[in-house]
């Protein structure tokens, strides 16, 4: 299948900024959805940027701090974020929902093991 690889995460103070890198590498025809989720101590993983067929979304949060991209060349994904809270602690998690050549061409989805990012002065 699929791996990803992330990098980028760790500590920086508020108003700070971090650019998290993810690196995919498998059997990839094709995405369907790739993004950006993360999860604070003691609260539910949750959407922070994604990327589909039919745009870009952010949540509320951390809209216009926040900018997700992608390079497909090099099978990557970012997430540039500025302007830091100490509310934007979390591990942070890369995502891709995709269809695997080697898998039929079925859609499947896949995690990275996660990245911390603390935001603390």
């Known amino acids: 299948q699929v791996q990803l690889v992330e990098s980028g995460g760790g500590l920086v103070q508020p108003g700070g900024s971090l650019r998290l890198s993810c690196e995919a590498s498998g059997s990839i025809f094709s995405v369907n959805k790739m993004g950006w989720y993360r999860q604070a101590p003691g609260k539910q993983r949750e959407l922070v940027a994604a990327i589909t067929s039919d745009g870009i979304n952010y949540t509320d949060s951390v809209k216009g701090r926040f900018t997700i991209s992608r390079d497909n060349a090099k099978k990557m994904l970012y997430l540039q974020m500025n302007s830091l809270k100490p509310e934007d602690t979390a591990v ?30």
Do not use: H
């Open 92 to 121: 942070y998690y890369c995502n891709l929902y995709y269809s695997d050549f080697d898998r039929g061409y079925r859609y499947l989805e896949v995690w990275g093991q996660g990245t911390l990012v603390t935001v603390s002065s």
